[in-house]
Every structure is written in C-alpha cells, then in structure tokens.
C-alpha cells in the first residue's frame, strides 16, 4: 500500500538556524497537507499543496510540492523557539497517510 | 465559534468493556475521520467518512467501528476494548471542495485499556 515517508526523525537547531524536514510518498499523490503539532497539542493545519512545482510561503516557512508530486519539503528559515513541535506531512486527501513526523527542537 | 470536541478527554478502562468517544462539530463539514497516534507511529487513520451515512477504512480498522447518522456526529465504538489499543485519538473535520480541505481536529481522547 502507499507509504509515506518523512525525515529525519529529529532535529535539534540553535535558534537562528534554518530548519528542513522532507516528505516522500510510495506513489503520486493528488495532494499533500502539513500540520504542526506542539508538544501536548493536536495537529494543526498549516497548508495544502496541489499542484506539480507548488513553492507557497508563510513567513519564514516555505513549503514545496515536488514536480512528480511524489515528495515535499517544508523549509523554517532562522528558527525560533515558537518553531517548536513535530511536522507531519500527510496525504491524500480521504484515506490520508501522515508521515512520522519529524520533531523540532530549538535551543534558545 | 469553530469547534470539534471530543469527550471524553481521558479514559481508564478495563479489557472488553464496551466504550464510545464521540466526536462532533459545529462546522457542517462532510468530511469526518478519526485517527490514532503513537509514539514513533505519527497519526494512523481508523476510519472516515465523506458524508453521512458513507463511511471507509482507514490503515487500521481492526477493532473499531464507526457510524455517521448525522453530519455533525462521528462517534467511534471499541466493541471490545483490548491493552493494544492504548493510545490517543484524534477526531478531524473537513469540508470537501473537491477534496478535503483543511483538517480540524479535535483536542484528542487518551485512552488507556488495563
């Protein structure tokens, strides 16, 4: 069945360091979602990609949707100790798979 | 205001006693789903539904069911509790515009089966 994949598992940064968790799926997907999840929290929406090449950006984040839309990335610049908490990258859209999620740590 | 609750919060149990979570939201959202997340694991999708009365698998079913008689309600059943199924769950909502759009989710049920 379709997997996806997500790396690394961890990441800790000095703040002010600039942050990369990548997303990789078994097979083409028709969307791909990424969420937030703060330590004790629920998952958190942050966006949706759809098409082929999507770069889309919220502030110091910047996600991307790859040309075979097989993987993402989703890219923190200069992160800061609010950046805290695991991403996931999830899809598709009804019977969705989420990633492992990749944890972010900042040292103040 | 938006909202996707979930009771109960916490729950202790005990091996084969029957249990409900429910799930509801305000939003009138057609797309329901529930997940259960584990250290290590992220988030595994249980069941979802795409509107009422229209419910599918998610990656791990066994031992789960699930009923959408109204669009704002998605309870989940554990018919028989059993200690593997410790975990936190999670309710979420979606609108359908073509395909799920944003994911609300709810606050999370912990759940520990003795």
């Known amino acids: 069945g379709q997997q996806v994949m997500q790396i690394p598992q961890y990441q800790h940064v000095q703040e002010g360091e600039d942050f990369t968790t990548y997303c990789n799926s078994s097979t083409t997907l028709s969307n791909i979602q990424w969420y937030k999840q703060r330590p004790g929290g629920h998952p958190v929406f942050l966006i949706q990609l759809v098409k082929s090449g999507e770069v889309k950006k919220q502030k110091r984040l910047t996600f991307q949707f790859g040309e075979a839309k097989k993987n993402s990335s989703l890219h923190i610049t200069a992160t800061q100790t609010t950046d805290v908490g695991t991403y996931f990258c999830a899809g598709p859209a009804g019977a969705m798979r989420f990633g492992a999620g990749t944890r972010l740590t900042v040292k103040p | 205001e938006a909202q996707v609750t979930q009771n109960p919060r916490y729950l202790i149990t005990v091996t084969g006693k029957k249990l409900t979570v429910t799930c509801s939201q305000n939003?009138?959202?057609?797309?329901m789903s529930w997940y259960r997340q584990d250290p290590g694991l992220g988030l595994r999708q249980i069941y979802y539904?795409?509107?009422?009365?229209?419910?599918d698998k998610g990656d791990v079913p066994e031992g789960y069911k699930v009923s959408r008689k109204e669009k704002r309600n998605f309870p989940l059943i554990l018919e028989s509790p059993s200690p593997n199924q410790t975990s936190l769950y999670f309710c979420a909502t979606a609108m359908m515009i073509p395909f799920t759009d944003t994911q609300y989710f709810g606050p999370g049920t912990r759940l520990t089966v003795l």
């Open positions: 939003m009138n959202h057609e797309y």
């Open positions: 539904s795409m509107n009422v009365e229209v419910t």
